[in-house]
């Protein structure tokens, strides 16, 4: 994995990671017609409104493929922030997120399959197919313009769900993810290197993996340990096969149909290739935070949600 120390941590940062399917609407009942006389009949009583659902309360989108999507909406504002977590974490790594947007947009959290309270039941693990995932919690909650917020594998799961969303997308926010944007899937022998020690141990390759190569030294280790034992308890039979379609896949083709901006809230862990980026999207732009790791949202939360804050308004009020 030393080969080539920081084009292997870029091509690991890039590479951590339903359409058209609402919840069924309910039936309306109506009496069939009399062939008697009417008579009088009491005052109908009046039908109860329907409870609201709770804010966080837990929903459920169904992909197209059957598996049932986890997510939770909060807040009543606009637009719609959705936060889409990365490769082998779920929507619970964006608590402090939630709770300081909330009060201003609803914010919706998304637990791909696979992950959290997400189904399982699915066959072929794909960035296209996470993004119909998200694509599925959206044709759910049909009203409102959107912001897509990707977090490692979660940047390149938005680029897939804008695709199904052109008319509602106002951007896409990336955390610490779009490096290597627009280029074509490259050898990586450190990412080989990698998936081949967590087919032979996972959680231990996995541990191993997170504390080493996502955090800096002198991070909080409570932090570090709490991600790196969470990550590692991942199903294997999800997170493996992930990882590898993530290494294959090429953000061309989705680039090609999205034209909102797209930033990344990134730290300096890796090289600046923000130049290169905008070959391909020219609009690109970077918010660094020194210091950071690969979880600038966990890290430093107060930091990170000024960033979010003024780039969701950004987008916001862009013409479009």
Same mark, same amino acid.
């Given at each position: 994995m030393k080969a080539d120390p920081a084009r292997s941590l870029v091509s690991v940062a890039l590479l951590l990671q339903a359409a058209f399917a609402a919840l069924a609407g309910c039936s309306r009942h109506s009496q069939s017609p009399s062939t008697t006389p009417p008579t009088a009949a009491p005052p109908a009583a009046a039908s109860a409104p329907a409870a609201a659902i709770a804010d966080g309360a837990p929903r459920i989108a169904l992909a197209p493929d059957g598996v049932h999507i986890d997510y939770?909406?909060?807040g009543h504002g606009r637009p719609l922030v959705?936060?889409?977590? /990365?490769w082998s974490c779920d929507a619970n790594y964006w608590r402090a997120q939630i709770e300081d947007l909330k009060s201003t947009y609803t914010v919706v959290a998304v637990n791909l399959a696979g992950h959290g309270g997400s189904g399982r039941n699915r066959e072929n693990w794909t960035i296209p197919a996470f993004g119909?995932?998200?694509?599925?919690?959206?044709?759910?909650?049909?009203? /409102?313009?959107v912001v897509l917020v990707g977090h490692s594998m979660g940047g390149q799961v938005a680029l897939e769900a804008a695709r199904s969303i052109p008319d509602r997308l106002l951007g896409i926010v990336g955390v610490?993810?779009?490096? /290597?944007? /627009?280029?074509?899937?490259k050898p990586d022998p450190a990412m080989d290197a990698l998936i081949a020690g967590m087919r032979a141990d996972f959680i231990g390759a996995t541990r191993e993996f997170v504390t080493t190569m996502l955090f800096r030294k002198g991070a909080d280790p409570t932090l570090v340990?709490?991600?790196a034992d969470d990550m590692a308890l991942a199903p294997p039979q999800v997170a493996i096969p992930s990882l590898v379609a993530l290494s294959r896949y090429d953000t061309r083709p989705a680039l090609a149909q999205i034209h909102v901006p797209?930033?990344?809230?990134?730290?300096d862990m890796w090289p600046d290739d923000s130049a290169q980026v905008r070959r391909a999207v020219p609009a690109f732009r970077v918010d660094v935070m020194p210091g950071r790791g690969h979880f600038p949202m966990m890290e430093d939360p107060a930091g990170f949600n000024v960033l979010l804050r003024r780039e969701i308004a950004a987008l916001a009020r862009a013409p479009g």
């Open positions: 939770r909406v909060y959705v936060l889409i977590h /990365g119909v995932d998200v694509a599925a919690v959206l044709t759910a909650l049909p009203e /409102g313009k610490d993810t779009f490096h /290597g944007l /627009g280029e074509a899937p340990r709490r991600v797209i930033v990344d809230i990134r730290s």
